[in-house]
Every structure is written in structure tokens, then in C-alpha cells.
């Protein structure tokens, strides 16, 4: 069955401060999408990166990182040098792409809380 | 315009009531979806539609309702709202025949039934 667990349901850090969101998943299928979310404050939905799973190249967006590892079914999230705007929660999600739903099964969530 | 558009943003409502959320969308989707937050749950699939004419139950159907009137509009319905039932609610479309395999979600309705 599929599933996403996202085993950290609150960390905090001081800024500047690295720090990595955990993501397992579980899928039977061989195609399939990875998603990151992150929920600010004011409550909508913003995307960060997807990633699908024929590519395992890690991926580096200034502060932002992501390491995909199939052999560990993880895709973790690490932001380098945090700071206070990057308190909200954010979301790993899983699309399977033989799935008749095409639905995002998302993992529980991880709320961030970076102080100053 | 957003993409996706839900109204309303806010809504407080009492249990029993009857409530209707909406939402469009611009981006010529087929698939639309409706998910339901709850702290520590994530989002959970409410119902999903892949054309006007269907309709599939998600996880967890019971105590909603949805019309899929057009291509660009899906709404979700609370026919006898309750308490538990307070969440923030988004729509979602997604269109794989596309080639995109990403989604595009509204700004979340936050309801709370009182």
C-alpha cells in the first residue's frame, strides 16, 4: 500500500542553523512522483519541487536541498542556514503513476519552527 | 487570477447548516480534487472528479457531497454540518494527458462549524 511518514512532527532550531525534514515512503510502483510542500502561516499550499522516480540526482535550490535515495525509499528536505521565514509546515507527498486516482497521498506533515 | 479559486476563503458556520464550498479553475484540468486538512493528518482526499460526469468517493466521502458542473468548477457540499468537520479544505487540479504531473492547488477554505 502506499504511504508517506514524515516521523518529525515539530522541530525547532535557532537561525542560521541547518536543518534536515525526513520523508519515507512506500510504493509498489515503479513510476512515481515525490512532492514537497510548504504551508506558511497564512495556510496555502506552496509547492517547492518534484521530483519523479527515474531521477536520483540530488537537487539544490539556494538554501534549499533534496536528497532522494530509492535504495532507502526516503526523500529528505534540508535547508542550509535556516531563518525565520522558513517557519510553516511542510508536506512530502507521493503520486503513483498507475494509480487510478491520480491522487497525492501526503505524509503527516512537519511543523518548523525557527527562532531567532 | 489564480489558477484555482476557492470562496469562500472564511467561513464560520452552524452545525446542522447546510454549506457549500466552490472552487474553479482556469488551467483547463481535467482532474479536480477535494482534500481536507486536520493538524497531524495531513491532507486526506475527500472526493475527486475526472470529468462532469464522474464522480469518485475519496477516503473519507461520508457526510459530503459533490457537483461537478462544469470542467472548470467543482463544489463541495456539508449537507448537515459538524463540529468535526472544522478544517481547512482545498481543491486541487492535476491533468497527466497534460505530460505534468503536478498539481495546482486553491488557497484553502479554513471552516469551522460551531
Known amino acids: ?116 | 487570477d489564480a489558477d484555482v479559486t476557492q470562496t469562500p476563503r472564511n467561513r464560520i458556520t452552524k452545525t446542522g447548516k447546510r454549506i457549500m464550498l466552490e472552487c474553479s479553475q482556469t488551467k483547463g484540468h481535467d482532474r479536480m480534487y477535494w482534500y481536507r486538512q486536520d493538524p497531524g493528518l495531513g491532507l486526506r482526499l475527500i472526493y475527486y472528479s475526472f470529468d462532469v460526469k464522474d464522480i469518485n468517493k475519496g477516503e473519507i466521502s461520508d457526510g459530503y457531497s459533490v457537483s461537478r458542473q462544469a470542467q472548470a468548477k467543482f463544489s463541495l457540499s456539508l449537507e448537515s454540518a459538524i463540529p468535526n468537520q472544522t478544517a481547512l479544505y482545498f481543491c486541487a487540479t492535476s491533468d497527466p494527458r497534460q505530460g505534468d504531473y503536478g498539481y495546482t492547488f486553491g488557497s484553502g477554505t479554513r471552516l469551522t462549524v460551531v
Do not use: H, M
Open chain 1, 1 to 116: 500500500a502506499q504511504k508517506v511518514t514524515q516521523a518529525q512532527t515539530e522541530i525547532s532550531v535557532v537561525e542560521k542553523e541547518d536543518v534536515t525534514l525526513d520523508c519515507v515512503y512506500e510504493t509498489r510502483d515503479t513510476t512515481y512522483y515525490l512532492f514537497w510542500y510548504k504551508q506558511p502561516p497564512s495556510g496555502e499550499l506552496v509547492f517547492l519541487i518534484r521530483r519523479n522516480s527515474f531521477d536520483e540526482q540530488n537537487e539544490i535550490s539556494g538554501r534549499y536541498s533534496w536528497n532522494f535515495q530509492k535504495s532507502t525509499s526516503s526523500f529528505n528536505f534540508t535547508i542550509t542556514a535556516s531563518q525565520v521565514v522558513d517557519s510553516a509546515v511542510y508536506f512530502c507527498a507521493l503520486s503513483e503513476a498507475s494509480s487510478n486516482t491520480g491522487k497525492l497521498i501526503f505524509g503527516q506533515g512537519t511543523t518548523l519552527q525557527v527562532k531567532p
